[in-house]
């Protein structure tokens, strides 16, 4: 059963980029025709896809975040990465990655975790 | 985008009370809706694919249905461990996008 697991700093000062790493476990991120996928959810709202990445390298963004956004995906390591730019407040989430089909569901999901963008 | 709304945004039931969620979407989706609940400081956990399927090892409590714009995702018996938020999610067409979630607690 693979597991994600999610790691970088928890806090991020403004106008700063934000970056983060998923690291997959227990199965290939090459195998398998899979999405590699970034998603974030502020304290007590709503989920935001922000992008994903197939293990080609082709990515698709969210375009409310498109500009700032750049994932990408490590195979020898088996894992992937978000780079958030210019981060403000609003950018304050827990931030999840999680697997999924070329349009399909989200499954499984890391742990998820939480940046804080402060100064 | 397709928008996703969820009704209602937050609902108190009985245990062993039948709970009815919705999820309309701002266009036609065919059936290409998920449900997901999620507990407090948990990740999200899919219970539905396909707007009916039942994912595995869900109990068989949860189920799903609709279909183009309209959907209903249904607890027959609540149990207290399904206090949860449950959210819709579209993959019709990127970017993917979510319901706005629905609050379930209990009476």
């Known amino acids: 059963q693979v597991q994600l697991q999610e790691s970088g700093p928890g806090l991020v000062k403004p106008s700063q980029t934000l970056s983060l790493t998923c690291i997959v476990s227990s199965g290939s991120i090459s195998s398998g025709f899979y999405y590699w996928n970034w998603i974030r959810q502020p304290a007590g709202k709503g989920l935001e896809w922000i992008g994903r990445?197939?293990?080609?390298?082709?990515?698709n963004y969210n375009p409310s975040l498109k500009s700032r956004v750049t994932i990408s995906v490590d195979t020898s390591k088996n894992q992937f990465s978000l780079n958030l730019r210019s981060v403000t407040a609003a950018d304050t989430a827990i931030y999840y990655c999680a697997r999924g089909g070329e349009l399909s569901w989200f499954d499984p999901w890391g742990q998820g975790t939480l940046v804080t963008v402060s100064s | 985008d397709i928008q996703m709304t969820q009704s209602p945004s937050s609902l108190s039931a009985s245990v062993g009370d039948r709970v009815t969620i919705t999820c309309q979407a701002s266009?036609?989706?065919?059936?290409?809706l998920n449900w997901y609940q999620q507990k407090p400081g948990k990740a999200p956990k899919l219970l539905i694919y396909?707007?009916?399927n039942l994912q595995t090892g869900v109990p068989s409590r949860f189920s799903g249905s609709g279909s183009g714009t309209d959907f209903t995702f249904t607890i027959t018996s609540l149990q207290p461990e399904d206090i949860a938020t449950y959210y819709c999610q579209q993959y019709d067409n990127l970017p993917l996008t979510f319901g706005g979630g629905t609050k379930v607690e209990i009476k």
């Open positions: 266009q036609d989706i065919v059936n290409y």
């Open positions: 990445i197939y293990i080609s390298g082709s990515t």
């Open positions: 396909d707007a009916s």
